[in-house]
């Protein structure tokens, strides 16, 4: 059963830029499909970017251009970094891994516990 953890999170001023990791363990993780979710609070979880196992990469509105998904194999990492952060950024991120190429998280089957990611003045 895969494993996800979530490290990286913190406090960004507005225009900064944060990176955050997700270490993956007990699977394989070059056969899954990762993504990146959060949460800000009061609102529902949404689609943040997602990774195929290719490398092609597909982001929300809200974030393309601001944000980067890469993974590296290798080390059974994903990484998201955030440039630019916004206010509206603020939220918990949560890494995830699926079977499939996907912005859906009911697509997901693995879930990390997610890291805080405050931005602000």
């Known amino acids: 059963q895969l494993q996800l953890v979530e490290s990286g999170g913190g406090w960004v001023q507005p225009g900064g830029s944060l990176r955050l990791d997700c270490a993956a363990s007990?699977?394989?993780?070059?056969?899954?499909?990762m993504g990146w979710f959060r949460q800000a609070p009061g609102k529902e979880r949404e689609f943040v970017a997602t990774?195929?196992?290719?490398?092609?990469?597909y982001f929300a509105n809200s974030v393309e251009g601001r944000f980067s998904i890469a993974r590296d194999d290798a080390k059974s990492t994903l990484y998201l970094r955030i440039l630019e952060a916004k206010l509206e950024d603020t939220a918990v991120y949560y890494c995830?891994?699926?079977?499939?190429?996907?912005?859906?998280?009911?697509?997901?089957?693995?879930w990390g516990q997610g890291t805080q990611v405050t931005v602000s003045a």
């Open positions: 007990g699977g394989t993780f070059s056969d899954y499909y």
């Open positions: 995830a891994a699926a079977t499939t190429y996907s912005v859906f998280d009911y697509h997901y089957s693995y």
């Open positions: 990774i195929n196992l290719s490398g092609d990469q």
